[in-house]
């Protein structure tokens, strides 16, 4: 038995790995707030008054390094800052650890440096530490980054468990566009008019927080696994039934076209600069006109959360018939992110 | 212009790597506690009452991933909690992020994630998240894991800066034993009599912190580029001159004999089982009574903090000569930690 992609994919198959081979060898598992079991986003330390320390890791192996929208620096500093974020934490520092082959050009990993500073900077997010691995040639294909998001949020966190029948759900905009670039990439397909969709939805967070109070039940961004995988997510932790009205969900033709020529689920590739949200119902045409002002102009109101069987995403196609939009399985595409 | 394993190595072109790439990019750094440029083991988050969440967050890329002593998983846990553990902090809580080649055995890893556990049981440390990424094959040789050791520490924080002249030093046992295995097995020279000292190192500082309150003023683990780093560190960030007697120092014949064959200098391998500390003159007999019962039986004292030139490390040799021992300069072993 050895190692398989899917492993690493995060659908199923890296839930099951998780549940075999992590969970039942470690005896903590929380400090109190929100631990590896949740297997929510970030984790999170609560430090009194109702507010918490919310930490998310992630190790970033995108190949190509560079890529249209963005390079492997920025993904990185945004995918962790972006984990934090839909905890409900305003993104506060960050750590980073590189992991680089000897020869990789020192122009790029520069330019690589620098767009993660661009991120934090832009943000007001501090750099408190980091660390830097050299691996001989021929060890290492180019460059990976682990980061570590860290933010300060107050109570309600905005985990899946609290979403309940009657909440609405919501995406920032154009799902798929960060995995749909990758994958073309990869299969050496010229990618002209699609570009990776990297950018931080604190600001989203934020207004929709500010303007619903404890109306805003959860957030998560759709990486790895993509929207599939977050709903799954979603109706698994709430113990409901998600359902998705696919003809609501805002995506790009070139992302379907892509998605159809490689014969893969588009609903499962990741997006990295969108967020799902759950509201309570009746404040959803709100959060839309919040989520527009806040510069995500491409929102959608796509679907919501049902009494039913728990833990099932119900998805009517754009024809109108209704399927079971499953946890994706096996791996798209290896180094997504 | 390409990257070297130099930059990696953690002497003085790494210190330079990150003088020149790192800091001048990043507008914040620090939260008002210790933050990057400091360039401490690990980064606090001041939470109130004299009260930091230390956080420190390194990638371990050891090869081979199994040696005498440990494994990467061991390894990975072990270093980053200690880093924590010398700042002055209990640990509390660990995140891990691996980054694994397909086709690596199942065995091997579980085993990893084993050692990692038992690391982390032993010392009631909750592992609160973590991330597993799979690499096609042929692009990581094996494995790596960048792990994220959190504790909680009150003031005063065992940072350099507060060593001042007439202060002793101490180390909890022999140093370079990691170094010169991971070095030895590199160069295929079999080790037999020698074996990796990675071990928490905690139980040492929580000792001393008890018995010495506050005349416990700094606290290291000198890991890549060993008590040489170690020490000129301690020597420029206290702006002191740091006085080594060698002869004090102890130091394996074995890894003394490998350090000669192989031509390195035995200061500068890596132990990730020992830590240095710095302690108020007058209580360093207690200090080392205090560590010996504590079970680091081999500790020693082995300098003491001088007025003088500051940043500079001088070192007494055995036969009684004076000399400088400078940072590390290029890389003795790549992948040692």
């Not at 899917?6 to 969970?23: D, M």
């Not at 931080?200 to 957030?219: C, F, I, M, N, T």
């Not at 998600?242 to 998605?259: I, T």
């Not at 959360?305 to 946890?327: A, M, N, Q, W």
Request: charged share 25%; with cysteine.
């Amino acid at each position: 038995m050895s190692v398989t992609l899917a492993i690493g994919a995060g659908g199923k198959e890296t839930e099951e790995f998780v549940e075999r081979f992590i969970l039942p060898l470690f005896k903590l598992k929380s400090l109190g707030g929100v631990g590896l079991e949740e297997m929510e986003d970030g984790a999170t330390i609560p430090i009194g008054d109702g507010k918490h320390v919310v930490i998310s890791v992630d190790n970033y192996t995108v190949n190509p390094p560079f890529f249209p929208g963005g390079n492997i620096g920025k993904l990185a500093a945004t995918g962790s800052l972006n984990d934090v974020a839909v905890m409900g934490a305003e993104p506060k520092a960050m750590f980073d650890a590189i992991a680089v082959e000897e020869g990789f050009p020192l122009k790029d990993l520069k330019e690589i440096i620098k767009s993660m500073a661009d991120v934090l900077n832009s943000m007001n997010v501090a750099l408190l530490g980091g660390d830097t691995k050299v691996m001989p040639k021929g060890s290492l294909d180019k460059i990976t980054i682990a980061t570590v998001g860290i933010g300060i949020a107050e109570e309600p966190l905005l985990t899946l468990d609290r979403a309940e029948p009657g909440d609405k759900i919501l995406v920032t905009g154009p799902v798929g566009d960060h995995g749909a670039t990758i994958l073309a990439l990869q299969f050496g397909i010229k990618v002209e008019t699609l570009k990776s969709d990297v950018r931080p939805v604190w600001p989203a967070v934020k207004a929709l927080r500010e303007a619903l109070g404890p109306d805003l039940k959860s957030a998560k961004d759709p990486t790895r696994g993509g929207l599939a995988m977050a709903l799954n997510e979603l109706a698994e932790r709430s113990k409901t039934t998600v359902f998705l009205d696919e003809s609501k969900v805002p995506l790009r033709p070139q992302v379907k076209e892509y998605a159809e020529m490689l014969g893969v689920e588009p609903f499962a590739l990741a997006s990295e600069g969108q967020a799902i949200f759950v509201v309570k119902g009746g404040r959803e045409e709100e959060a839309l006109e919040v989520l527009r002002k806040a510069g995500f102009e491409e929102a959608a109101i796509i679907g919501e959360v049902r009494k039913g069987r728990p833990g099932y995403v119900i998805s009517k196609t754009p024809v109108g018939g209704l399927r079971i939009l499953e946890k994706p399985i096996g791996e798209l595409v290896p180094r997504i992110c």
